[in-house]
Antibody, heavy 121, light 108 residues
């Protein structure tokens, strides 16, 4: 199970941190991702972090503004979002990778329920 | 960045009919193509990975085919619960992995 928290309304230029608490699997063995969906739109991959937390990648649209991290002792992955823009408004899903101990699998077999982030003044 | 184009945008069919959804990549992704189903208000659900492999729990009426740039998701004998939005996603050339824009399968 994946449970996101931390969403809400934030002004343009503001910051927000999303958390995703995992249970029911060996969290430290899987890469974790964030995928977002703007209202009424399709899916956009945002970021990935490897199982150990030492590798990460970002979509160009968020590079330099968002930071992904994880705490394997707490079975939690985070997304720190800074310099937020109106176009960042979306439901943010955390998603588990299908393959254990594989980097770059990008097959998302479990998803959280999503956290809504609204960037507006 | 690889662009995935899904067609049709909307498909109107009746329960019991067969559905064919297409996904075309702007360049080859080998067999690294994934299909998801999303129902309103829900997170996406993994259906098919690596073009042809059903995920755990995916009914046998769902099948995937294709390689390179052209892929198909076929749903034989549609059930009422199959009406949803379907997304393809490539992982053959990353970062980033990219999604198609989706096909809405609606009840006729």
């Amino acid at each position: 199970q994946l449970l996101e928290s931390g969403g809400g309304l934030v002004q343009p230029g503001g910051s927000l941190r999303l958390s995703c608490a995992a249970s029911g699997f060996t969290f430290s063995s899987y890469a974790m991702n964030w995928v977002r969906q703007a209202p009424g739109k399709g899916l956009e991959w945002v970021s990935v972090i490897n199982d150990g937390g030492g590798l990460s990648y970002y979509a160009d649209s968020v590079k330099g503004r968002f930071t992904i991290s994880r705490d394997n002792s707490k079975n939690t992955v985070y997304l720190q979002m800074n310099s937020l823009r109106a176009e960042d408004t979306a439901v943010y899903y955390c998603a588990k990778d299908l393959a254990e101990n594989v980097w770059g699998s990008f097959r998302f077999d479990y998803w959280g329920q999503g956290a809504l982030v609204t960037v507006s003044s | 960045e690889i662009v995935l184009t899904q067609s049709p945008a909307t498909l109107s069919l009746s329960p019991g009919e067969s559905a064919t959804l297409s996904c075309r990549a702007s360049e080859s992704v080998s067999s690294y193509l994934v299909w998801y189903q999303q129902k309103p208000g829900q997170a996406p659900r993994l259906l098919i990975y690596d073009a042809t492999n059903r995920a755990t729990g995916t009914p046998a009426r769902f099948s995937g085919s294709g390689s390179g740039t052209d892929f198909t998701l076929t749903i034989s004998s549609l059930e009422p619960e199959d009406f949803a939005v379907y997304y393809c996603q490539q992982r053959g050339n990353w970062p980033p992995p990219t999604f198609g824009q989706g096909t809405r399968l609606e009840i006729k």
